[in-house]
């Protein structure tokens, strides 16, 4: 039951004002792959370079994997200008939700990149961040989050308190920080207010427009 929770999501677009967050297709990969060819988000994610065609199994993988969900971060506004069906234009990064602790399937660890440089500063990450933990919430039955952040990685980690996260601990060996929220009921209402403009739309691969 919980591997179709988790893809769930892959005919699901959620339209937000400055991001639209669709699901992790093929179609992203050449875009995803450049990105992370920077030293700088390798750093940031604790990732490895990948050839093409690891990424393409990457991609396959997340898809198909039971305790992952993963969006692609769109900017809204690239998104509604653009014309045709490729969305590798609009890309701006990604977001991912892991269940990571077996015991509990409650708890969801959250990441964002926003790899574009051009989309960075802007609240992208943090209203992509917002979406996705409303879908935790509502679709996949999370209560609590954790965020991973790298210590030298300040602007993400002050987002992230601003989303009421707190710190629970720091690890010098992995050099991260953790953060955590537990959605109490004025935190959960919070939430939901915070992205009650958000809409749910299918998604067709390859289709710039709702049906």
Known sequence: PQAATMRLNQNTLLLGTKVVLVPYTPEHVPRYHEW??????????ASE???LE???AMQRSWREDADKCTFIVLAAEAWRGHSGPSEESC?????NLFLTDLGDPSLGE????????????RGLGTEAVLMMMAYGVTKLGLTKFEAKIGQGNEASIRMFRKL???QVAVSS???EVTLRLTMSEPERQWLLEQTSHVQEMPY????????
């Open 91 to 95: 890309m701006a990064g990604d977001v």
């Open 54 to 56: 690891q990424e393409y």
């Open 110 to 121: 959250i990441e964002v990149m926003i790899a574009e440089p051009s989309c960075r500063g």
């Open 204 to 211: 067709r691969e390859g289709s710039s427009e709702p049906h």
């Open 164 to 166: 009421h996260f707190e």
């Open 173 to 175: 060996v992995f050099q």
């Open 36 to 45: 992370m060819k920077s030293e700088e988000l390798q750093r940031l994610t």
């Open 49 to 51: 370079p990948l050839t």
